[in-house]
T-cell receptor
Framework: DAGVTQSPTHLIKTRGQQVTLRCSPK?????VSWYQQALGQGPQFIFQ???????QRGNFPDRFSGHQFPNYSSELNVNALLLGDSALYLC?????????????FGPGTRLTVL | AQSVTQLGSHVSVSEGALVLLRCNYS??????LFWYVQYPNQGLQLLLK??????LVKGINGFEAEFKKSETSFHLTKPSAHMSDAAEYFC?????????????FGSGTRLQVQP
């Protein structure tokens, strides 16, 4: 059983550019959450997708947007990149109504903005 | 709003010694509590979780944690540290309420294990 997978592993962009990160949830999971983990800090919740809709959003600007596809995979898009967007982006999957909100995390995508 | 405080950004223990990582939370409703471990350049792995029922929770790799409602704490312990325990540990709080499924994490504690 493949766990949560993310691509790419690493990414280098310059300020002002746009980036798309991808996530495939664990088999049987229908909900995807995205987190940003800055260096030396804990993950911070960006948003969560279920049934192809954004269900909950953290304190992130509109430059951060997402999408969920019918196969439950998800994308995170960040526009107009800033230096401060450099971080590890983690995707987590879970299943609605099951297992007390337990979320399984992928290995992350390391984004560096120059 | 909920929050998580992890006391001590760095903890160093000798191999074989007791590991104690501290976590306190604030929440207006009963929380679900989690401990995750992160090895260098990797994602988060769930160590253990508290949802309801028994307040002493056992997890993987010999770790356990006790939920103390009166102290709003969920400290992580392991009787005897192993070199392979060196990693970053995160405490997190979540809720089953349909409107609050996001996890709120603490800032993490880096555990060093000295030979």
């Amino acid at each position: 059983d493949a766990g949560v997978t993310q691509s790419p592993t690493h990414l280098i962009k310059t300020r002002g550019q746009q980036v798309t990160l991808r996530c495939s949830p664990k088999s049987g999971h229908d909900t995807v959450s995205w987190y940003q983990q800055a260096l030396g800090q804990g993950p911070q919740f960006i948003f969560q997708y279920y049934e192809e809709e954004e269900r909950q959003r953290g304190n992130f600007p509109d430059r951060f947007s997402g999408h969920q596809f019918p196969n439950y995979s998800s994308e995170l898009n960040v526009n107009a990149l800033l230096l401060g967007d450099s971080a590890l982006y983690l995707c987590a999957s879970s299943r609605q109504g099951v297992a007390r909100n337990e979320q399984f995390f992928g290995p992350g995508t390391r984004l560096t903005v120059l | 709003a909920q929050s998580v405080t992890q006391l001590g950004s760095h903890v160093s223990v000798s191999e074989g010694a007791l590991v104690l990582l501290r976590c306190n939370y604030s929440s207006s409703v009963p929380p679900y509590l989690f401990w995750y471990v992160q090895y260098p350049n990797q994602g988060l792995q769930l160590l253990l979780k508290y949802t309801t029922g028994a307040t002493l929770v056992k997890g993987i790799n010999g770790f356990e944690a006790e939920f103390k409602k009166s102290e709003t704490s969920f400290h992580l312990t392991k009787p005897s540290a192993h070199m392979s325990d060196a990693a970053e540990y995160f405490c997190a709080v979540g809720f089953m309420d349909t409107g609050r499924r996001a996890l709120t994490f603490g800032s993490g504690t880096r555990l060093q294990v000295q030979p």
